[in-house]
């Protein structure tokens, strides 16, 4: 059981480019989140969704885009990169929020600079 | 909107000694949970603890407790006999209790404490 597993661990970007941040969980939890941690700072959603096709924006979402078209992949994309939006990017699976032992699984991270 | 207010931006502690951060935060509803997230130098986030505001009991796991003041909206973390493994940036985080709507199960994080934990 590999968890939630995100790549690439790291990238650097000049401003303008556009990439894809892959994710992918196998514990087949409907929930999927996406959040950006900037230097010193706690996480902030960007986007997430509740199971496969269904998606909605979190607090931060401009410059982004998410699709969701299978129940394990939640890739976020970026486009025309900019400086703003170098940070740390994490994204986490859960079952139901209804359940009492809610707990969200979070990837490792990648980190990306725009220069 | 809900806020999660942590005050102190780093700790540090004698190892096998005890250390306790701070965390506040602001709520209109009367049901949530509260968590404790544990982020090391390896940037994994990991689960340190959860606390159900319905619940009076101050959660415990091992060494790590909380003290829950719900009217004071207040969620501090202890941790006893401190390891040079417990150093890590903690973060508190909440959530609401009711997961229809627009909840979605979304976590509103604090800023962080970086706790140092010196041998």
């Known amino acids: 059981n590999a968890g939630v597993t995100q790549t690439p661990k790291f990238r650097i970007l000049k401003i303008g480019q556009s990439m894809t941040l892959q994710c992918t969980q196998d514990?087949?939890?409907?929930?999927m989140y996406w959040y950006r941690q900037d230097p010193g700072m706690g996480l902030k959603l960007i986007y997430y969704?509740?199971?496969?096709?269904?998606?909605d924006k979190g607090e931060v979402p401009n410059g982004y885009n998410v699709s969701r078209s299978t129940t394990e992949d939640f890739p976020l994309r970026l486009e025309l990169a900019a400086p703003s939006q170098t940070s740390v990017y994490f994204c986490?699976?859960?079952?139901?929020?209804?359940?009492?032992?809610?707990?969200?699984?979070f990837g490792p991270g990648t980190r990306l600079t725009v220069t | 909107a809900q806020t999660v207010t942590q005050s102190q931006p780093e700790m540090s502690v004698q190892e096998a000694e005890t250390v306790t951060l701070s965390c506040t935060y602001d709520?209109?509803?009367?049901?949530?949970?509260l968590f404790w997230y544990k982020q090391p130098p390896s940037r994994q986030m990991i689960l340190v603890i959860r606390?159900?505001?319905?619940?009076?009991q101050n959660a415990t796991e091992n060494r790590f407790s909380v003290n829950f003041q719900k009217a004071a909206k207040s969620f501090s973390l202890k941790i006893s006999d401190s390891q040079l493994g417990d150093a890590a940036m903690y973060f508190c985080?909440?959530?609401?209790?009711?997961?229809?709507?627009?909840?979605?199960?979304?976590?509103?994080f604090g800023q962080g404490t970086i706790l140092t934990v010196h041998p």
């Open positions: 986490a699976s859960s079952y139901s929020p209804a359940l009492a032992d809610y707990e969200q699984y």
């Open positions: 514990m087949n939890h409907n929930y």
């Open positions: 969704s509740v199971g496969a096709g269904i998606t």
């Open positions: 709520t209109s509803e009367s049901d949530y949970y």
């Open positions: 606390q159900e505001a319905y619940k009076q």
């Open positions: 985080a909440y959530r609401m209790a009711n997961a229809g709507g627009t909840s979605y199960g979304k976590l509103t």
